[in-house]
């Protein structure tokens, strides 16, 4: 279905899984009617963005009675098909593994797509999965070309998929949204409940958390956590973010925050935990966004050692009162909910007194201005200095303060979280 010269394992695309779902989510952002609009303009617009490596792509959809697939668009550098040329699902063995893999890459078999000199293909199931007599298929599929074939885009496209098929179900459910506004109140302050006091005392640690949904319910989360019950010794901080917007979003927190609560409650290894997270998301959520989490516990001890995993999420800035300066805690393992049965690691820092370390979501970082300007890490490490000196609960508020009067004017906004974590000084 889709041209290409080999199948590798080569990077190419020095786009992180985080910044290529974003990307794709603000292409996806705007007013479309039908869901063959969206998805030509979020072909077209893929091809043309350099950064994304893309050359060509086009759509195929179920038909609405037989089992096979049309073609309903082509874009890009790539040999013209007939218009609504038409593949019988029998003949495709592709269409018959979209439904369990959603992305598939392998060499082409149908004779009218050999003689274009269409070698192998790649496509991403899009869409709802619709019952036929052969079994269940994606509405849609969508099919790129690339220079090459290899892990990378492998991932790319489950992303592609992935948001393409949310924003689908957007545009299928705003209909609706009158009748759930009812249930949206509800669900937020069943949300608002589980969010924790926003100040925690811990043995020398001052933390401090808040968190400001964009619309009525949102992804964002945090918690502190006691790994065993009556167990002293340490704590847990955790902070998340469901990339959904609205409902589907506020669902997934839910879903994460119980599901980490019983994690910690059986006194699992962090490693093991996240893993088990990230395969109980991809399982109940098959077809929704990816999930982001950062988790870390505190420990009562004289070096000030914290343990932590990064699951995707934003990399938490670390700032060393001793030497003044500011370094990153990157990613420890992928994005919850992509790949199936992933691995985590474990990592470790001291604090020392006064150090800090401020966990955020993306809503902070990614803030735009009404000139489409992020607020960057760049002006965070900077305010992070600044209030450097202040207590935990300052230092969240001035930082959010920053971030609301930049984003004040922007069309595109998102949930903003922000944990401050600092060792103080111990009492005499």
Known sequence: MTDTQTITHTIQNGLTQRQIYKLVDRLLSGNFQEELELLKTLVTDIVERTEINITGGRIWQLHPYEESYTLKFQYGEIDTIPEDYTIAIEEQPIFNKLASQRTVTNYETDTV?????????????????????????????????????NQEFY??????????????????????????????????????????????????????GVSLPDSVVGGDYFDYLHPLENEDDRVGVVISDAASKGLPAAIQALFVSGAIRMGISYGTKISSMIARLNTLIYDTFPHERFVSLFYCELMASESGLVLYANAGHCSPLFYSAATKTIRELPPTGGLLGIIPHDKFRVENINMECDDILLLYTDGINEAQ????????????????????????????????????????????????????????????
């Not at 490490?381 to 450097?388: Q, R, S």
């Not at 906004?413 to 103080?424: L, P």
């Open 113 to 149: 797509l050999l003689e274009k000199g269409i070698k192998a293909y790649s496509a991403t199931g899009v869409g709802e999965l619709l019952k036929r007599a052969g079994g269940k298929f994606y509405n849609y599929a969508l099919a790129f070309n690339a220079p090459e074939i």
């Open 155 to 208: 991932e790319t496209l489950n992303i592609i998929g992935s948001a393409a098929s949310a924003a689908l179900r957007d545009l299928a459910h705003q209909a609706q949204e009158v009748r759930f506004k009812k249930d949206l109140d509800k669900a937020s302050e069943i949300q608002h409940g589980l969010l924790p006091d926003h100040q925690l005392k811990f043995q020398d640690y001052d933390v401090f």
């Open 369 to 428: 201005d009404d000139e489409q300007n992020f607020f960057g890490t760049d002006r965070l490490e900077k305010l992070l200095k600044e209030y450097a000196h202040e207590d935990a609960h300052t230092i969240a508020y001035k930082i959010l303060g920053e971030v609301q009067k930049f984003n004040v004017g922007a069309t595109y906004t998102d949930d903003k979280t922000i944990v401050v974590i600092k060792r103080c000084k111990p009492k005499s």
